[in-house]
């Protein structure tokens, strides 16, 4: 039938083109034609025998494949470049074109003539080994650009490397998109709730400093509402639409805490992501970083994060070149730094440039004219939590909130509430809804009553509380109790406690 129909054009003076064959379908491109001359050939090829039907169309398949392949390829967000085996450029999408600053895809030329790769990495594709989210920082025409890439090899018939293709992506895009998925719980002064006058000032400086850009150090007992108010400031903030990265200085080990804090460099120690690892300060770039337990950060650390605050620039563990950060520190601490600075655990300079705004919470006891409206809140966030319907608390019950202590401070009244909430049987919260574990307090007050597994917990509480604060981090009191780091941490996390 091939044959057949290419006679006819043949025999009519065209010139054909191209020819594909699918399984009942013929397709033939011919240099343009007289429209009279095509209807003739059309006619003609028609009368074959087993010919169904003849339709002029205006792509051959191979070529709407090609274009549907370009739109997608077209489409997507990331820069594709792909290579053959002697590094010739053969497909480049828009976006890979607009991130070189070119004005054409610059397809079928070398690879080295518009992108300047690291030699390393060139080895890695020539070798036909993949490559996962290295960083790389080229020239374009409109300046440096720092890309995160990643590239498949290409391997031929038999198996030799013919080739990789390469996606990739500007590395602010990569950031936006990482702190877009851990994007802060929104916290607002509005969230930060109080009546005293003593915390409505410190309200007020706080709403204040958040519009600069100055160190703040936020000193207070466990559970006073630090990182509260660090989140609140950072929303308050011109920084309020970049991340705030919130870092436990004390729960990441201390041969950790470098790494992720600053990051590392390709191969800097065994089993290291390879290209290397940007550290939390980079994530937090334009952002706000807040570092909690900063009493417990180690000394070498202590003397890095003094360059950073120096400098405005980071480098990564093994690495020579700076990035400059720009990055507003929050740091908290409960533990008396003056003192640890005498005992030289603590660097003066260090404090001195983080203690730029000191902001001082005060331990509820100091403010308890707060507790009438923290346990109203208290009630609405856990009616909304638990679909409950508690409309308020007994004065009974309040005047025994109010005799207590608190020296786990708001958190505590927190989880004394939510307890409260699950057992109140009525719209009103009684005061044997109220369950405050501290020995002391309960065997002043009416209801004492103890199962025994109830008495070990308290006591395993007080024990550890007692070890906390005798050694002021997870660390020593495990020292202190002949038991590991890691079953402290997860004690304290058991009994809502906090380091
Ligand atoms: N003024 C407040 N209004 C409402 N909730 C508060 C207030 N202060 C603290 N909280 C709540 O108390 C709990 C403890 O607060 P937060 O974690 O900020 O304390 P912290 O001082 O950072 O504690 P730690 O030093 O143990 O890390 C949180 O659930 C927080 O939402």
Redesign the pocket.
């Known amino acids: 039938m091939v044959r057949d129909i290419s006679d006819i054009v043949a025999k009519c003076g065209a010139n054909i083109l191209s020819l594909s064959v699918r399984p009942g379908e013929i397709y033939l491109q011919v240099e343009p034609l007289h429209e009279e001359k095509l209807r003739f050939i059309i006619q003609k090829v028609a009368l074959i025998q087993d010919v169904y039907e003849v339709t002029p169309i205006e792509w051959m398949p191979h070529e709407l494949a090609e274009q549907q392949l370009r739109n997608v390829i077209n489409s997507v967000q990331e820069g594709i470049i792909s290579v053959n085996g002697n590094f010739v450029i053969t497909i480049c999408n828009l976006r890979a074109t607009e991130l070189l600053g070119l004005e054409q895809p610059p397809v079928g030329k070398p690879l080295s003539d518009v992108f300047e790769i690291p030699a390393e990495i060139l080895k890695h594709l020539q070798e036909g080994k993949l490559l996962e989210q290295k960083e790389i920082s080229i020239s374009t025409p409109r300046g440096r650009l720092k890309l995160m890439i990643n590239s498949r090899p290409v391997f031929d018939d038999r198996g030799k490397p013919s080739g990789a293709v390469m996606s990739f992506q500007k590395m602010s895009e990569v950031r936006r998109l990482a702190h877009s998925l851990t994007r802060p719980v929104m916290v607002t002064f509005d ?4 009546e005293s006058n003593k ?1 409505k000032e410190i309200v007020e400086i706080a709403k204040t400093i958040a519009q600069g850009d100055s160190t703040v150090l ?1 000193r ?11 989140r609140a400031i950072h929303m308050a903030s011109p920084r309020k639409d970049r991340p705030f990265v919130a870092v ?1 200085c004390a729960a990441i080990p201390d041969t950790l805490l470098e790494s992720e804090l600053f990051g590392y460099a390709d191969g800097t120690f065994t089993g290291a992501r390879k290209g290397g690892r940007q550290g939390l300060f980079e994530f937090a770039h334009h952002g706000t970083i807040f570092l ?2 900063i009493g417990e950060i180690p000394p070498y650390v202590q003397a890095k994060l003094l360059r950073v605050l120096q400098e405005g620039s980071v480098r990564r563990l093994g690495e020579m070149e700076e990035t400059r950060v720009d990055v507003r520190v929050i740091a ?1 601490t ?1 533990r008396p730094l003056e003192e640890m600075i005498v005992r030289g655990d603590f660097r003066q300079d260090l404090f001195y440039r983080l203690n730029v705004i000191p902001i001082y ?1 005060p331990p509820l006891r100091e403010h308890k004219k ?1 507790i009438t409206v ?1 346990v109203d ?1 208290f009630i609405n966030k856990f009616n909304q939590r638990f679909g409950k319907k508690v409309q308020g608390i007994s004065p009974e019950a309040l005047d025994y909130l109010m005799r207590y202590d608190w020296p786990g ?3 505590e009244l ?1 989880n004394v509430m939510e307890r409260a909430m699950n057992l109140a049987r009525d719209f009103i919260i009684k005061p044997q809804d109220i369950i405050i574990n501290a020995p002391d307090f309960l065997a002043s007050s009416s209801e004492k009553y103890f199962h025994l597994k109830d008495a070990v917990r308290e006591t395993e509480k007080e024990t550890l509380i007692r070890a906390l604060s005798q050694g002021g981090s997870a660390r020593k009191a495990a020292k202190i109790l002949g038991v590991s780091h890691t079953t402290v941490i997860k004690k304290i996390k058991k009994y809502g406690l ?2």
């Open positions: 969230d930060i709730i109080y915390m936020l207070g007992e466990s559970g006073t509402g630090k990182e509260l108010f660090a436990n909690d337990e908290a409960n919470l707060d923290l809140y401070n708001i958190r927190e906090s380091l």
